[in-house]
Antibody, heavy 120, light 110 residues
Framework: EVQLLESGGGLVQPGGSLRLSCAAS????????MTWVRQAPGKGLQWVST????????YYADSVKGRFTISRDNSKNTLYLQMNSLRAEDTAIYYC?????????????WGQGTLVTVSS | QSALTQPASVSGSPGQSITISCTGT?????????VSWYQQHPGKAPKLMIS???NRPAGVSNRFSGSKSGNTASLTISGLQAEDEADYYC??????????FGGGTKLTVL
């Protein structure tokens, strides 16, 4: 069974940092592009960042570029999101998702999400 | 990148059909056949319902179908059932090598 399990969320002050993790199982992680998508409370989905299977190529939304870094450790089947200079508007549930038909096309498996709250 | 435009809400009675539209530009929806649709129930993670404009992943009911004309994609749900009540989001690849979601549509089954 394909599973994605996020962790690392919590309460952080504006300007602070947080690192999210996503542990994958049930599929060949090293063959799959992976993505982070977030959802602010009561709002819609927002694409955040994507990393290709090898980790060499990365893509970011303008709203997080320069502040967030996506990475992966294929030996540990784990995806990461390092979030720096956090702002109130980064408050959201962060989902990791497995790419389905292409790197930046769609996602057939999602984790349950981890909540990040940026507040003083 | 601006979000794709979806109606905020749609409704229908059990057994009826409804269609949700998703309007973008020639730089996203109109330029690529990389439109997807997701269903999200309250408190749950999204679920992929339609891939590549009109393809259903394994396990998705054939009551769900997708199409595209120009800069507008559509999701049609036929034979509405109570469990279809959820939020629906479209997404598209963009010419900037990013991905954009629609604002979401709340489907109410009357």
């Amino acid at each position: 069974e394909v599973q994605l399990l996020e962790s690392g969320g919590g309460l952080v002050q504006p300007g602070g940092s947080l690192r999210l993790s996503c542990a994958a199982s049930g599929f060949l992680f090293s063959d799959s592009a992976m993505t982070w998508v977030r959802q602010a409370p009561g709002k819609g989905l927002q694409w955040v960042s994507t990393i290709i299977s090898s980790g060499v190529g990365t893509y970011y939304a303008d709203s997080v570029k320069g502040r967030f870094t996506i990475s992966r450790d294929n030996s540990k089947n784990t995806l990461y999101l390092q979030m720096n200079s956090l702002r109130a508007e980064d408050t959201a549930i962060y989902y990791c998702a497995k790419s389905y038909r292409g790197v930046l096309v769609d996602f057939d498996c999602w984790g349950q999400g981890t909540l990040v709250t940026v507040s003083s | 990148q601006s979000a794709l435009t979806q109606p905020a809400s749609v409704s229908g009675s059990p057994g009826q059909s409804i269609t949700i539209s998703c309007t973008g530009t020639s730089s996203d929806v109109g330029g690529y056949n990389y439109v997807s649709w997701y269903q999200q129930h309250p408190g749950k993670a999204p679920k992929l319902m339609i891939s590549l404009v009109s393809n259903r992943p394994a396990g998705v009911s054939n009551r769900f179908s997708g199409s595209k004309s120009g800069n507008t994609a559509s999701l049609t749900i036929s034979g509405l059932q109570a469990e279809d009540e959820a939020d629906y989001y479209c997404s598209s690849y963009t010419s900037s090598s990013t991905l954009v979601f629609g604002g979401g549509t709340k489907l109410t089954v009357l």
